[in-house]
């Protein structure tokens, strides 16, 4: 999910033949309600909309179990980090 226009999704999206849809954020709503946002930016600056580089694992039912956004875009979060959290959220949900 991005904020960037529908017109630059359809060319990524096309350039590298991605097997999954590319969705828009319009008006910021869904960075703002993951609590993700980058906050260095405000309305009118290019960068206004910026999820912080991270990870949500949103289950069957559409619940989010678990995020993982870390400040900066140098860094994301430790594989290891999520691999255990998800397992745990899987297996406590597990019949």
Do not use: C, W
């Not at 960068?47 to 995020?67: F, N, Q």
Request: glycine share 10%.
């Amino acid at each position: 999910m991005t904020y960037d226009d529908q017109s630059v999704l359809a060319k990524f999206h096309a350039d590298n033949e991605l097997g999954y849809p590319m969705l828009q954020d319009v008006d910021v709503k869904h960075v703002n309600a993951y609590g993700v946002r980058n906050m260095n930016y405000e309305p009118g600056d290019g960068g206004y909309g910026i999820p912080e580089p991270g990870i949500l694992y949103i289950d069957p039912d559409g619940v989010v179990r678990a995020k993982f956004a870390v400040p900066g875009y140098r860094s994301r979060p430790p594989f290891e980090a999520v691999y255990e959290v998800v397992s745990e959220v899987v297996s406590s949900r597990a019949p």
